[in-house]
């Protein structure tokens, strides 16, 4: 198990939130957030619950005060936290 899934929820009577709402609240891609790969790699926090995932936004917006990212626009589509846009 990774340490994630070992992480006890930050506030119990918080809702959990899907992916296409934790992209929309934070104005970031969808596929941060669905695709494994790219929530290891930037270390989204995130629950497994069997086959799905969840989010809590407060986690997720203390995350995003503390990653640099590159928000994608029109120049920059695949922009990701810490990499500076080409």
């Known amino acids: ?3 994630t899934d070992q ?6 009577g918080e809702p ?6 934790a ?3 934070l104005n970031l891609p969808y ?3 669905a695709d494994h790969t790219m929530r290891a790699r930037y270390r989204i926090p995130h629950y497994l619950l ?3 995932v969840r989010f809590r936004l407060s986690e ?6 503390t990653t640099t990212v590159h928000r994608p626009d ?13």
């Open 60 to 65: 997720l917006q203390a995350w995003l005060a």
């Open 50 to 52: 069997g086959s799905l």
């Open 31 to 33: 596929y941060w957030f």
């Open 16 to 21: 959990m939130i899907d992916a296409n709402h």
């Open 74 to 86: 029109a120049t920059a589509a695949d922009g990701m936290p810490g990499e500076e846009a080409t």
């Open 7 to 12: 992480m006890m929820p930050a506030s119990a």
């Open 1 to 3: 198990m990774s340490r």
């Open 23 to 25: 992209a929309a609240a």
